[in-house]
Structure formats: structure tokens, C-alpha cells
């Protein structure tokens, strides 16, 4: 009995390291076809996650035209 029971929480953690790596990755951007083709998301190495965040990260960065970066304006002086 102990034996099915393990097994069964076994499997149920894997469903949920599933799913939850399938929403990070269709939030990161990759198509349903991509991530097919990583097999079982529940097998995936934590490093190759990390490889997908990266690679979507770098290309967002990359896309991105111009940075804009806010600097502290002094203020003008009045003339008298």
C-alpha cells in the first residue's frame, strides 16, 4: 500500500512540475510546436529551463530599439 502511495504522490508532483513549467514557458513567449518539441517538460533538466529563460530573455533585449533611461534634470535658473 505504501508502495502505491509513493508512486502516487510521485506522479502527482511531476503533473504539477508539468503544467507549471508548460504556463512559464507559453508566458515566456514559445509557441505550442517549441515546446513539443522538449519532450516531458517534467523530465527537462532545471539548466535547460534556465537555457529557455535566457534565450527569450536575449532576444527580447535584443528586439528592444531603444533604451530610454530617465536622468535627474536640473532645474533652470530664473533669470532677473
Known sequence: MSEDKDRKTREKAED?????????????????????????LAKLPAEKMIELLHRVTLAAVLRKKRIRVKTFRQKKRKKK
Open 16 to 40: 504539477l512540475l508539468r503544467s507549471g513549467r508548460l504556463v512559464f514557458l507559453q508566458t515566456a513567449g514559445y509557441k505550442q510546436a517549441e515546446i513539443l518539441g522538449f519532450g516531458d
